[in-house]
């Protein structure tokens, strides 16, 4: 289970790495979209946006939706709050440790 969590995890954070991927994210999260609306303002090609729309369904961060011959995208709101944990978690953990340095040097002088 653990792994599979892991997994999960990376999939969004590599499909959040690259910035249309993260503008594709910004629309959707305004309204739904189609492919075509999608790659519009980007100009890149139609398949170039179906390969970073399959990366944002793979992390789950988008769903996709049929409308006669017409995919539609919308937000999942739910996977970025698993990046979310994960971001909450490692800043604990470095607050932590910074807090500790502080106190370190802090003695030493």
Do not use: C
């Not at 249309?20 to 519009?40: C, H, M, P």
């Amino acid at each position: 289970m653990v792994k599979l969590e892991t997994d999960r995890t990376s999939r969004i954070f590599r499909a959040l790495s690259d910035p249309t991927r993260r503008k594709i994210l910004r629309v959707v999260a305004n309204r739904d979209a189609s492919a075509g609306e999608l790659a519009f303002p980007f100009s890149i090609s139609a398949p170039a946006i179906s390969k970073h729309l399959k990366v944002l369904e793979a992390a789950d961060l988008v769903v996709r939706r049929r409308e006669g011959k017409t995919h539609r995208f919308q937000l999942n709101a739910e996977a970025l709050q698993t990046a979310e944990e994960t971001i909450k978690r490692l800043t604990g953990y470095w607050n932590r440790r910074l807090d500790n340095l502080d106190k370190y040097i802090k003695k030493e002088n």
